[in-house]
């Protein structure tokens, strides 16, 4: 069981179903946010639908490209014969 879910998300012949999987759980996930209640909230963009989806995205995409800005620009990546 284990080698399949393995092999499912390594291997290139299953690209188009992972992607496939990808918009169906995005989708899902979407659309249970509107459907929840939001009767007590805290703040203003706790009761926007759609808001915790679109906060996590951005975030994660800051955060790639951050870490690449940083890898590449800050001198933290080094060229593979650095040591030679």
């Not at 393995?6 to 169906?24: H, P, Q, S």
């Not at 203003?44 to 590449?72: E, N, Q, R, T």
């Amino acid at each position: 069981m284990i080698a399949k879910i393995v092999n499912f998300f390594g291997d290139t012949a299953y690209r188009k179903r992972r992607w496939i999987l990808f918009i169906v759980v995005l989708v899902l996930v979407f659309v249970t946010d509107f459907l929840a209640p939001r009767e007590h909230v805290e703040f203003f963009w706790d009761a926007i639908p759609g808001w915790a989806a679109l906060f996590g995205f951005i975030s994660c995409v800051l955060i790639i490209v951050a870490s690449k800005f940083l890898g590449h620009q800050g001198g933290l990546m080094k060229d593979e014969d650095y040591y030679e």
